[in-house]
């Protein structure tokens, strides 16, 4: 491979050049990029939906580049967010423009799920770096064609599953795949329970300030209703997964890590719903109670499930629906164990032949975890890949040009479990044979049709 050396040039000049140089020539130790010196170097920070996740992103990085730009469809979120940075930034209210900016070197994506993807790729081919909040995708032919721009470009590419940088994460993953809970059997992925019992809601006037076509994309067109817009978008199957994805590609993504799985996935899904609006018009419409099995290989067997104690306030809900004993036997089932019936927190428990660990936001337990002060990991057994801090692993890796904690590649094979899971429970509960290699569904032409989705002219994702 021909060296290639880049000198005297700032840091903003040495990410634009590099759109399009593969990600092959990314991996080469001959590529060299100076540190940049002084405030006009400074990063450029374009943030791409401004909502509350948008401005926690934007202050984030904020630490490590400059706010340029911020584009949202309702300019009232973008608007308050370049007040945030004393007007400063440049506000659009089509992402499109705010990539045609030169001053944006990196892009920070925080819009509802069904504009994820296009709005990756789109940045990526024009050259910028992404940081794109998760679920990583709509669908999982959308997770492959981000993967596959990534490829094409070799633009660094960050998920928002912060967790991957979290230490307590970190080293409950380092106790499973040291071997401390003895051979892996089972995993528990617990998500609280979320409601998303609400409607029929009412169409509203527009907001002067929302774009209501440019908001829906490539979804389906509705008349607007207020309650398909920013945080409540989620309880909606046109823009995106329900809680399945939402919190599913945070703790999917934590299980599959300590399951050293990353790059694959399971054989096979099985999953059950309770819908319940039941599918009437105008209401939301994804499941907010759910229990599935998912098997995978070395007969490993995750449960992915709602934890009933668990019932955090969403805005836009009925508030949460009471759910009978038949509801409860019927989404568990016969085989379910017990300790699933009788949890009560959300979060990731590996079991092995020996012991058990569990973990979420709250901290880390178990007796191997106990037993670290006296028995710590050894320097030569396997570890995570450093970060203490999300967002600067990816700022450090555009600068660097290495991969980041939590890239493309790896968080499409997390979120689709989670998408196979959707696609299981929407098919009412049928048993779905998945094949990781050639990504799709054995045996099942119309399971496998929902692999991807229709897309609303002019918006379509390619």
Known sequence: MKKIFVTQTSRRQFIQSTAGITATMFASPFILAEEAKGANDRIGVGVVGAGGMGSGDAKNAARFGEIVAVADADTRHAEHLKNTYNGKPVVYQDYRKLLENKDVDVVIQATPDHWHTKINVDAMRVGKDVYGEKPFSLTIDEGKLVCKVVKETGRVFQTGTQQRSGKEFQTAVELVRNGRIGKLKRVLVALPYYSSWGGPFAPAEIPAELDWDLYQGQAPTHPHIPQRTHAIFRWWYEYAGGMVTDWGNHHID??????????????SVEGRGIFPNENKPDCFNTPDRFFAVLKYPEDIELFFYTVFAEKPGFHGSTGHQETTKEQLNWLFGENCPQEIHDNKRNGIMFIGDKGRVFVNRGGLFGKPVEELKENPLPENGWKVQPSGDHMKNFFDCVRDRKTTVAPAELEHHSVSACHLTNIS?????????WDSVKEEIIGDPE????????????????
């Open 254 to 267: 934590v299980a599959h890590w300590g399951m050293n799985c990353d790059y694959s996935g399971p054989l």
């Open 425 to 433: 429970i929407r098919l009412g509960g049928r048993k779905l044979q």
């Open 447 to 462: 399971a496998n049709s929902m692999l991807k989705r229709e897309q609303r002219k002019p918006y379509q994702i390619g």
